[in-house]
């Protein structure tokens, strides 16, 4: 099946730093990536669509200044929360929707990021 | 604006019985739906989806029935299984490339 990882699983970092989160497609080519971002028991929360050589195209109330995105490939994205506060700790996750998946809408998920800010 | 909603946010099931997990929408436009079940600390696993074309789509334990009229749609589970204990989401999209919009999610216990 279709595999996404995520590095790395955990980061606990001082706030002010920047972190870099990266999602790979491991055996699939993928056309777009998606962050997504979610709070304790709540749902997932999409904060940004990548595709491939392209900038990225945020939701509203993201600020892409905080959280760039590069896809620089159709098996990575990576997605660099810039001089993180506490308010951002919380659980990220990628997905990446396969090049061949015929309009489905199909997305494979990776395994999520734990970022704690302290 | 929540355009998939899960209004109900657990369900508890004896081990054997069905599950029947509901979700509505308001937007239209889905030209299909998707269901997707996450564990703790895990990125959502891909369940079973459906064409709007499509009123009914069966994998296994799995169905999901679609409902476009009423903008409803449901996953049932059957027999339910101590491993099905989980959060299970509802996700709806419109574009070929795959942006979904998620409902809120449904935290199933599969009690013994």
């Known amino acids: 099946g279709a595999v996404v990882s995520q590095h790395p699983s955990r980061v606990i970092c001082k706030s002010g730093t920047s972190v870099k989160i990266e999602c790979r497609s491991l055996d699939f080519q993928a056309t777009t990536m998606f962050w997504y971002r979610q709070f304790p028991k709540q749902s997932l929360m999409l904060m940004a669509t990548s595709n491939e050589g392209s900038k990225a195209t945020y939701e509203q109330g993201v600020e892409k200044d905080k959280f760039l995105i590069n896809h620089a490939s159709l098996t990575l994205s990576t997605l660099t929360v810039t001089s993180a506060h506490p308010e951002d700790s919380s659980f990220y996750i990628c997905?990446?929707?396969?090049?061949?998946?015929?309009?489905?809408?199909?997305?494979?998920f990776g395994p999520g990021t734990r970022l704690t800010v302290l | 604006d929540q355009q998939v909603k899960q209004n109900s946010p657990s369900l508890s099931v004896q081990e054997g019985r069905i599950s029947i997990l509901n979700c509505d929408y308001t937007?239209?436009?889905?030209?299909?739906f998707l269901w997707y079940k996450k564990y703790p600390a895990e990125g959502p696993t891909f369940l079973i989806s459906i064409s709007s074309i499509k009123d009914k789509n069966e994998d296994g334990r799995f169905t999901v029935f679609l409902n476009k009229s009423a903008k409803h749609l449901s996953l049932h589970i059957v027999p339910s299984q101590p491993g099905d204990s989980a959060v299970y989401f509802c996700a709806a999209g419109t574009d070929s490339w795959g942006k979904l919009q998620f409902g809120a999610g449904t935290q199933v216990v599969v009690t013994p």
């Open positions: 997905s990446a929707h396969p090049r061949t998946s015929g309009g489905r809408g199909e997305q494979f």
């Open positions: 937007n239209s436009m889905f030209d299909y």
